[in-house]
């Protein structure tokens, strides 16, 4: 298997927690939610390698304490591939040390947190080219030939 690194030019820097999210009340002590999380995650990437079955966990949803999300991250690693782009806030999305589960996070325009999510799949949809821009790219590059055909 090839190994590639795909870089995304932006600057974010910061580490998101639940109280970052403008939760007025974390969760302060531990919920048990990190172990079926876990499970969760695992039962997940099983279903994607057999299935091709992508799932979504919405971190933002789950009752976490600061520390329990900390030790989730600790945990999952950190992988190889990481973006951090800019559209509409900025995102930053990174492969976990466990290969097919990410971790996406989304900042509005204030730099605060507003979503968090694991994704278990091949690539989250996020840094996926849409149709549409691929459309508008081979306009561009129509454009381009035509113009250097002429100049020729």
Known sequence: MQTRDVH?????????????AGDPTPCAIPTGNLLPLLHEVRHAL???LESGTTHIIDLRC?????????????????G??????????????FETGIAGVWIVNHYNDNDVPVGRFIEICSLPAILQTQREDAES????????ISNEENMS
């Not at 190889?80 to 999305?93: F, H, I, K, Q, Y």
């Open 137 to 144: 790219g081979l306009e561009t590059l129509d454009r381009l």
């Open 8 to 20: 995304i030019d932006a600057q974010v820097t910061r580490n998101a927690s639940a109280a970052d």
């Open 62 to 78: 789950l009752p976490m304490s600061p520390a329990e999300e900390a030790t989730l991250l600790r945990l999952l690693g950190r």
């Open 80 to 93: 190889e591939v990481e973006a951090r782009l800019s559209t509409l806030g900025d995102s930053e999305v």
């Open 46 to 48: 099983e279903r994607w």
